[in-house]
């Protein structure tokens, strides 16, 4: 059994990055971690533990604190309650994917894979939640489910089973011959440095996997077994990270040896090489199902009818999101266009098409929250329209009825000018002709309207 609790609000939480003081101190009962106490504390402890990522700045982790004491000083001795400044320690943070504060975690059976928990804020809620998890972990551990921590059944931490083993013979097929990124480490048996870099190595390959679905991988070589790759790459010092990517030489890793910088320089590898995200026309449920669930933000553009743009118009405004889908890419979010009129309870549950088209939103379905494009329908009117909600400015407001509208099935663009309806033709022509027999029989003389 895995806990995490997320207690973040707004679309993004909480995300300014602004200096100010701690929020605990040692004389509490919250126990202060950062990158060279996690490990031990936390990673290779048997105890259950609730873990609060915060920064000092920002106003919602500050209404928690005096709650997040109480709790702890409630649980003493029973589960064990902790605090990371994560806008100091941007390595612990990054590992575990924090995006919002404050986030708090619970680290149960299994340290490596923390899930959701979704309690009050309150510490009557907050020790609930832990002795609810406490008594399922031991539950589990008096069915034989689960041992404590993985950490005493590894060595020296995490599982090793998302390093993919390198030889001299699987090396080229593997790594040379795939599409994938890969991150290799040579190392030594005997090396002191490798040994610790080892628990950390393995869990960042677990959460690279996770968060590249596979395009990124995580290989180990035994340089003093493998001394035909060894020598290739001119190894003489342990350990030693290359990067491959396909139709590049290997380059030299030059960052930290921690899994939060590990797993940083693995996302910026995959994020760099990726393609930017598709645009797709909502002609279906499926398309904003799929995009929006699939992605921790989805931006939504309402465009003019055809008749009003005609193609020029309209691909000219697909071309600015092209642009920004290409710039924001990082943030691997899902970007969606419709037409104006073709999805009205979506505009209605948005709140668009009262200020005219186009129109813009960025929805967090899972929350239920979205923004407003307030700004110009331009590459700059974006950036900073996004720019603000990435870092917990944005105004937001509750998607209507706090769920997705109905999508209706459409004709996707054909990718033409618009043509006008032979309906709405027939029904200028009858209009204009009923305009001239009332000139004609004297009920009228305006005949500005057909001039």
């Not at 959701?116 to 009557?124: A, C, F, L």
């Not at 490798?194 to 596979?214: D, H, I, N, R």
């Not at 992605?295 to 118009?313: E, F, M, N, R």
Request: glycine letters at 10%; one cysteine or more.
């Amino acid at each position: 059994v895995h806990y995490i609790i997320f207690f973040d609000t707004g679309l993004l939480g909480c995300s300014l990055l602004l200096s100010a003081q701690a929020l605990y101190s040692s004389s509490d009962d919250v126990i202060e971690l950062t990158p060279s106490n996690f490990n031990k504390e936390v990673l290779q402890s048997d105890s259950l533990w609730l873990v609060e990522f915060y920064a000092p700045w920002c106003g919602h982790c500050k209404s928690l604190t005096p709650e997040w004491k109480k709790a702890a000083t409630a649980l003493k001795g029973v589960v064990k309650v902790g605090a990371v400044d994560a806008d100091q320690h941007k390595s612990l943070g990054g590992q575990y994917g924090i995006k919002g504060f404050p986030t708090i975690k619970l680290f149960g059976a299994n340290k490596n894979k923390p899930e959701d928990y979704q309690g009050g804020r309150t510490s009557q809620a907050i020790v609930d939640g832990a002795l609810n998890a406490l008594k399922s972990l031991v539950k589990d551990r008096l069915s034989g489910k689960s041992g404590g921590s993985s950490y005493s059944k590894q060595s020296g931490g995490g599982s090793t089973q998302d390093v993919v083993e390198l030889t001299d013979d699987n090396f080229d097929k593997l790594v040379l011959g795939g599409d994938d990124i890969w991150m290799v480490e040579f190392f030594a048996p005997w090396c002191g440095h490798c040994k610790s870099l080892e628990p950390e190595w393995a869990a960042a390959a677990s959460s690279v996997k996770e968060q590249t679905k596979g395009r990124v991988k995580l290989g180990a070589v035994d340089a003093t077994v493998h001394q035909v790759l060894a020598s290739r790459y001119g190894i003489r010092g342990f350990p030693t990270i290359k990067i491959f990517r396909k139709g590049d030489d290997a380059e030299d890793y030059q960052g930290g040896r921690s899994r939060g910088d590990i797993i940083n320089t693995a996302l910026d590898l995959f994020s760099d090489n990726a393609p930017a995200p598709e645009l797709i026309e909502i002609v279906n449920e499926e398309a904003l199902k799929k995009t929006c669930e699939d992605s921790q933000l989805c931006v939504i553009a309402v465009l003019p009818h055809i008749l009003d743009t005609g193609a020029s118009g309209r691909n000219s405004y697909l071309d600015v999101m092209r642009n920004m889908a290409e710039k924001y890419k990082k943030k691997m979010w899902g970007w969606l266009w419709t037409e104006a009129g073709a999805q009205m309870e979506l505009e209605s549950a948005l709140g668009i098409g009262g200020f005219g088209y186009p129109a813009m939103a960025a929805i967090n379905t899972r929350k239920m929250k979205f923004a407003l494009l307030r700004g110009s329908f331009s590459e700059a009117g974006i950036h900073e329209f996004l720019r603000e909600l990435s870092v917990g400015r944005g105004s937001t407001a509750t998607l209507g009825g706090g769920n997705m509208p109905k999508i209706h099935p459409a004709e996707p663009w054909d990718g033409k000018d618009g043509q006008v309806d032979i309906l709405v033709k027939t029904l200028q022509y009858s209009a204009a002709l009923n305009l001239v027999l009332n000139v004609i029989r004297g009920y009228t003389t305006d005949l500005d309207v057909l001039l």
